[in-house]
């Protein structure tokens, strides 16, 4: 059964950083896509980066430049670091995970699975 982890998640002021953690078990494959999302509150969830094990990345305009996904050298873990945040960057942050590559492109359904969310705020 595969089961995603996240955490890093807490608050911060803008300009602040933060590192998210995604650990996910029970996967054994070796080709995926990993994405984080977020979701604030009355928003859709948002694409925020996604990472192919083959080492490509991608990212949602609102983060380029900001934020950075990569692949730990635990290969099981995914980070996303968030820096020069903002308050608009408040949000619950999901990882997920897709058993083939993504492409250029990614939106959450076509992920199979998710973690339990680690929610971001970032105050002004």
């Known amino acids: 059964q595969v089961h995603l982890v996240e955490s890093g998640g807490g608050s911060v002021q803008a300009g602040g950083s933060l590192r998210l953690s995604c650990a996910v078990s029970?996967?054994?494959?070796?080709?995926?896509?990993m994405g984080w999302f977020r979701q604030a509150p009355g928003k859709e969830r948002e694409g925020v980066a996604a990472?192919?094990?083959?080492?490509?990345?991608r990212y949602g305009d609102s983060v380029k430049g900001r934020f950075t996904i990569s692949q730990g050298n635990a290969k099981n873990i995914v980070y996303l670091q968030m820096n020069s945040l903002k308050p608009e960057d408040t949000a619950m942050y999901y990882c997920?995970?897709?058993?083939?590559?993504?492409?250029?492109?990614?939106?959450?359904?076509?992920?199979?699975?998710w973690g339990q969310g680690t929610q971001v705020t970032v105050s002004s």
């Open positions: 997920a995970l897709r058993g083939r590559y993504c492409g250029d492109a990614y939106s959450a359904p076509d992920f199979g699975f």
């Open positions: 029970g996967y054994t494959y070796s080709t995926y896509c």
């Open positions: 990472f192919d094990t083959d080492g490509s990345t």
